[in-house]
């Protein structure tokens, strides 16, 4: 089993940039959550996908962000147009519903300069 | 406001000591208790869990945990530090819904 696959690893971008993350879950997981990690605000979930629906979307910071999930193996977070103050790392994690356990991507690392 | 607190931000210890991390929540009913650890650099893992049964939960590299519902609590335990368990830890529950809440973490430094 691969688990979660995040891509890119690394992202450094200007201001005024839009930036697409990416993440595949594990096969046969159903549930899809997207977080950010700061140091000033520590782990927040942004959005998660129950069976590639919007379940939650209320963690998100504003209009800027916009996550989807086209199918069961594919979702994507993207911000248009990026700022300094969005730089951080995103982590992707998925499970099964019911399960409960989250596994976690290796995480994007984002630089908005 | 429902919540999953982590009073300790950071403890420091040296190799050898006893390590105790405190977690409470605030939600009510059933729920699952979750310890995970993240490496410096790398993503968070699973060390343990709690759905049901055992209160006294035992995880990878040693930790464990208990679980005590009178105090809303679920505290990691680990009798001898090493270096290599220096990374930040955080508790999660889920409340009956499908995601997790998270703490603020703890960040523990080990000194050899």
Known sequence: DAGVIQSPRHEVTEMGQEVTLRCKPISGHNSLFWYRQT????????????????????????D?????????????????????R??????CASSRTGANEQFFGPGTRL??? | AQSVSQHNHHVILSEAASLELGCNYSYGGTVNLFWYVQYPGQ?????????????????IKGFEAEFI????????????VQWSDTAEYFCAVNPGANNLFFGTGTRLTVIP
């Open chain 1, 39 to 62: 140091m000033m605000r520590g782990l927040e979930l942004l959005i998660y996908f129950n069976n590639n629906v919007p379940i939650d979307d209320s963690g998100m910071p504003e």
């Open chain 1, 64 to 84: 800027r962000f916009s996550a989807k999930m086209p199918n069961a193996s594919f979702s994507t977070l993207k911000i248009q147009p990026s700022e300094p």
């Open chain 1, 86 to 91: 969005d730089s951080a790392v995103y982590f």
């Open chain 1, 111 to 113: 630089t908005v300069l």
């Open chain 2, 43 to 59: 993503h968070l893992q699973l060390l343990l869990k709690y759905f049901s049964g055992d209160p006294l939960v035992k995880g």
């Open chain 2, 69 to 80: 519902k009178s105090k809303f609590s679920f505290n990691l335990r680990k009798p001898s």
